[in-house]
């Protein structure tokens, strides 16, 4: 009977160490699933991370393409404005030229106008006289007079003639700067729209 009752201690004892390691092993298994999700959670947020990580450096390659070409484009603007401003300078000074010498050229006209005028004038004025000098009345000193005139009134002819070819060549020059005027400013334009 003491056996028996040993036997059953044993057997409860057994029994009872069975289900302990039953409910550590079900423990050790729940703990070892948590690990494996919680690994697969990781190994699925590493690999998220992973592809954001690239999808970014992909974004900053082409940021940085993106800025190189902005650069470039940039410079080249800028080499462009150059450009137009030196062009602009260059057209400013030679077109500020032609203007001054085109001032020059009609005020240069102008005077000569004047002065045709008045050779015009004193040449009526000579032939008048010339008329009243030559008639059958007039004395040795009308006469040499006469002579005296019709002398003036050949040096004026000339200088009016003279004077009437100087007018024309300024006047010559003056319509060939105009022409240049607006021809460097059709360049100038032209030039500008090509850049």
């Known amino acids: 009977m003491q056996t028996i009752g040993i036997l059953v201690a044993e057997k409860q004892e057994l029994q009872h160490q069975v289900h302990e390691a039953q409910q550590s092993s079900a423990h050790h298994r729940n703990s070892h699933q948590r690990l494996s999700e919680q690994l697969q959670e990781s190994k699925r947020k590493l690999q998220s991370n992973d592809l954001e990580m690239r999808t970014k450096d992909g974004a900053i390659s082409l940021l940085q393409t993106t800025k190189a070409d902005i650069e470039k484009e940039r410079e080249e603007l800028q ?18 030229e032609l203007t001054q010498k085109l001032a020059v050229k009609e005020s240069e006209c102008h005077e000569l106008n004047n002065e045709l005028s008045d050779l015009n004038e004193k040449l009526s004025m000579a032939e008048v006289l010339l008329q009243q000098l030559s ?9 040499q007079q006469l002579t005296e005139m019709q002398e003036e009134r050949d040096s004026l002819a000339q200088k ?18 105009s022409r240049q005027y607006e021809e460097v400013n059709k360049q100038k334009h032209k030039q500008v729209d090509q850049l």
């Not at 008639?135 to 006469?143: G, I, V, Y």
Request: aromatic content about 4%; charged content about 30%.
């Open 79 to 96: 080499i462009s404005v150059n450009k137009i401003n030196k062009i602009k300078e260059e057209h400013k000074m030679h077109a500020s």
């Open 160 to 177: 009016l003639t003279e004077y009437q070819q100087s007018f024309e060549h300024l006047t010559r020059e003056r319509e060939q700067l």
């Open 135 to 143: 008639s059958p009345s007039s004395d040795q000193q009308a006469q």
